[in-house]
């Protein structure tokens, strides 16, 4: 079953506007993932962002995440054309599931030039 | 430095056949993890391995569905009597430990179609 559920399912945007992707969750987490998926390069680990964190910042991404809500967003500033991929939460649980990360339907971002 | 790889990239196959998936992680890395993605959504766990033996088997839909360690480093993913309801994309991870954090890996995914 998919605990992450992303929204929008998909976003369209011009270069250089800012994109913001979000995802909710039902379980408590020790972590959360963003990943992105494209055809030319699979999927491709972005940011981790622990239980204990509200924010964290990579580069052009910033995450935030609210336990309280059990909820995620993920912000790319200036976006790109190449940023253009499916983009995915995934939740890990920690303890005893390390690792076995429960992703959610992900959100389809289109970067147009 | 080679990445995740996965082999066959793509295999057709007929409903009712057995199939094999490879996985070879990272060398050094001892957690191996087996996804399956269908179209349109995200991938779903199926399996985990912490060297040689499966530490998490939850996410095996069903007893058709069987992997395999030996060595602590190439991964099998085997499928027995297959259905249709089987075709998507198994992708394969692999992290250096998973006993704690560590980045998944994940290699470019088999492309299963059963007929």
């Known amino acids: 079953s998919q605990q992450g559920e992303e929204d929008p399912q998909a976003l369209s945007i011009q270069e250089g506007e800012n994109a913001t992707m979000n995802c909710s969750y039902k379980t408590s987490i020790n972590n959360l993932q963003w990943y992105r998926q494209n055809s030319g390069r699979g999927l491709v680990h972005l940011i981790l962002i622990r239980s204990n964190e509200r924010e964290k910042h990579s580069g052009r991404l910033r995450v935030t995440l609210d336990t309280s809500k059990k909820s995620s967003s993920l912000l790319i500033t200036a976006s790109r054309a190449a940023d253009t991929a499916s983009y995915f939460c995934?939740?890990?649980?920690?303890?005893?599931?390390?690792?076995?990360?429960?992703f959610g339907q992900g959100t389809i971002l289109t970067v147009h030039p | 430095g080679a990445g995740v790889s996965q082999t066959p990239s793509n295999k057709v196959t007929e409903k009712g056949k057995y199939v094999e998936l490879r996985c070879d992680p990272i060398?050094?890395?001892?957690?191996l993890y087996w996804y399956r993605q269908s179209l349109g959504q995200g991938p779903e766990f199926l399996i985990y391995f912490q060297g040689t033996g499966a530490a998490d088997d939850s996410g095996l839909p069903n007893d058709r569905f069987f992997a395999v360690r030996p060595e602590g480093s190439v991964s099998t993913l085997k499928i027995q009597r297959t259905e249709r309801g089987d075709s998507a994309v198994y992708l394969c991870?692999?992290?250096?430990?998973?006993?704690?954090?560590?980045?998944?890996?994940f290699g470019p995914g088999t492309r299963l179609t059963v007929l």
């Open positions: 995934a939740t890990d649980a920690g303890g005893t599931s390390y690792g076995k990360l429960t």
């Open positions: 991870a692999s992290s250096l430990s998973g006993e704690t954090y560590n980045e998944q890996f």
């Open positions: 060398s050094g890395h001892t957690a």
